[in-house]
């Protein structure tokens, strides 16, 4: 997948702001960025339900939104929201969506009794849907934006209302459809969700401010990131803010960690910062994780 310069406004709303993007096939790609930072507007351009205002795009082969019909062929998409019919039974939701996509009688049987077997449904197969738990519905809903096995599936926010033991399963399916081809891109905001992923890019006010491997982006926060330990940590944290240089300031258990701006002796600095306060704390250097790279990215030139 490839765009170039995508573009979307909403009258004098500038919704997405001239983005590239470059997918490898068979990847996990993750979506990262504030509400309203065109995450879902992104993912509904690159798989044609929205036209562009500007840009070009490139899914499998195919121009967007010219060739928009063919892809849908091709493509999976799977909303934040529930979309299936509560009222129907697990299979009966499995038999509509395998019908619309033009499955066969045999092959519907065959690849509905897959799909009920492979996301742990088969004793749920004459369950109405609106019984379910959110993980439960969350595993149907997959099951039906790949009962067509697409090439390409789009994820928006599938997460976001299950436990986190369902969240871990559900990403186990996910690396299982990468390994058999399927290529993947989802948006969420769980940090621990966007490691998992092969690449990531993070999105704010409409505009592309980091992309890469989550490796590739921590490692360039190196010496941006410290450990404070103190006695009495919230007076601390509010000596730190403010401060030239100080991007954020978040306590993490007993601890703060705090976010700067690129420069050397950070650490020796805030420590000397903190002490002509009467503050004594121990301070130093920690490794950069991923909700550092994303406070970083969407806060930009804070002091």
């Known amino acids: 997948m490839r765009a170039r310069g995508l573009g ?21 790609y ?9 995450k879902s507007t992104t993912i509904r351009m690159l798989c044609g339900l929205l036209l562009p205002t500007a840009g070009d795009i490139e899914v499998l082969g195919l121009d967007i939104p010219q060739q928009a019909e063919e892809l849908r062929k091709r493509i999976g998409y799977m909303t934040q929201k529930f979309s299936l019919y509560e009222d129907l039974t697990v299979r009966e939701n499995l038999e509509f969506l395998a019908t619309v996509q033009g499955l066969s009688r045999t092959a519907r049987k065959a690849r509905i009794d897959e799909l009920l077997v492979a996301y742990n449904l088969a004793d749920r197969a004459r369950q109405l849907a609106g019984t379910m738990s959110g993980g439960q519905k ?48 989802v948006s969420t905001h769980y940090m621990d969700e966007a490691e998992r992923c092969h690449r990531i890019a993070i999105l704010d006010a409409g505009r592309l401010v980091a992309d890469g491997t989550p490796a590739e982006l921590t490692a360039a926060l190196a010496g941006q990131t410290v450990g404070v330990i103190a006695r009495e940590p919230r007076k601390a944290q509010a000596a730190l803010h403010g401060t030239e240089g100080v991007i954020s300031v978040a306590q993490v258990g007993n601890e703060l960690r705090v976010l700067t701006t690129p420069a050397t002796g950070v650490a020796g600095r805030l420590q000397t910062l ?22 970083s990215a969407t806060h930009p030139g804070i002091t």
């Not at 993750?30 to 065109?38: A, W, Y």
């Open 8 to 28: 979307k406004r909403f009258g004098k709303l500038q919704a997405v702001d001239g983005v590239d993007l470059t997918v490898p096939r068979a990847s996990v």
């Open 30 to 38: 993750g979506f990262l960025g504030p509400n309203g930072s065109g």
């Open 138 to 185: 969350q595993r149907l809903a997959l099951a039906g934006a790949t009962v067509h096995k697409p090439e390409l599936l789009f994820l928006d926010e599938p997460t976001s209302a299950v436990d986190p033991e369902s969240r871990r399963d559900f990403w186990e399916k996910l690396f299982d459809l990468a390994d058999a081809g399927t290529t993947i891109l």
């Open 274 to 295: 903190l002490r002509g306060k009467g503050i004594e704390a121990e301070v130093r250097a920690i490794d950069p994780n991923l909700e550092d790279v994303f406070v």
